[in-house]
């Protein structure tokens, strides 16, 4: 089965400041990978999704990035955070339709 | 584009009470259909989900039926417990073209359940 590895579990970053989350997929090869948001107060947004190493589709424009250097990883990134960005990040995949959801990544920008 | 709309929560009940969580889709496609629970300070768990109409998911005495005719997936649990205190989350798919795996999840905005002793 696969396993999703998220972290930071929390992060607090200043205004302005970079962000890198990374997230690594285990038990599974070639797995469609997915960034969702979850700002307070409200449902999950997906942010990006990939099919392959290097293909990147983003789904809302932001002050967000996304990179899949290998396989099995998959990098959310901003250059300079705004205080809109606070919220919940999950990283998930589907082997098979079944989404699997890493345990999330809380980050409060200040 | 494809939507779902859940009940307005939050959702507070005694211990032993019944539970609906309503949920209704629109979709282009023949979406499936999911219930995730999300418990405090944790991500995202598949609660159970159902992939054609007329399907039951189950799990955890939780259950919800696809009905097509009046596109909905509302969740039920006949006797909740504290444990069950958790935000809950419709959310639906519509595999891609071709014949490939992936589709991307469509959430409802999520109702806040609270059980009380």
């Known amino acids: 089965s696969q396993t999703i590895h998220q972290w930071p579990a929390t992060l607090v970053q200043p205004v302005g400041s970079p962000l890198s989350l990374e997230c690594t997929v285990e038990?599974?090869?070639?797995?469609?990978l997915y960034w969702y948001r979850q700002a307070a107060g409200r449902g999950l947004q997906l942010l990006f999704y990939?099919?392959?190493?290097?293909?990147i589709s983003s789904e809302v424009p932001q002050n967000l990035s996304a990179s899949r250097p290998q396989d099995r990883q998959f990098i959310l990134s901003s250059k300079k955070l705004l205080l809109s960005d606070s919220g919940f990040y999950l990283c998930?995949?589907?082997?098979?339709?079944?989404?699997?959801f890493g345990s999330g990544t809380r980050l409060t920008v200040v | 584009g494809n939507s779902v709309t859940q009940m307005e929560g939050p959702v507070t009940l005694s211990e032993e009470a019944f539970l609906t969580i309503n949920c209704t889709y629109t979709?282009?496609?023949?979406?499936?259909l999911f219930w995730y629970v999300q418990y405090p300070g944790e991500g995202l768990q598949l609660l159970l989900k159902?992939?054609?109409?007329?399907d039951k998911g189950s799990n955890k005495g939780f259950e919800a039926t696809y009905r097509k005719e009046t596109t909905s997936f509302h969740l039920e649990k006949g006797s909740v417990q504290v444990s069950d205190s958790a935000v809950y989350f419709c959310?639906?798919?519509?595999?891609?073209?071709?014949?490939?795996?992936?589709?991307?999840?469509?959430f409802g905005q999520g109702t806040i359940l609270t059980v009380h002793p």
């Open positions: 990939s099919v392959g190493i290097g293909q």
């Open positions: 979709a282009t496609g023949y979406p499936s």
């Open positions: 998930a995949t589907d082997p098979s339709g079944g989404y699997t």
């Open positions: 038990g599974t090869s070639n797995p469609n």
């Open positions: 959310a639906l798919t519509v595999p891609g073209a071709g014949g490939t795996s992936y589709g991307k999840l469509t």
């Open positions: 159902a992939t054609k109409a007329d």
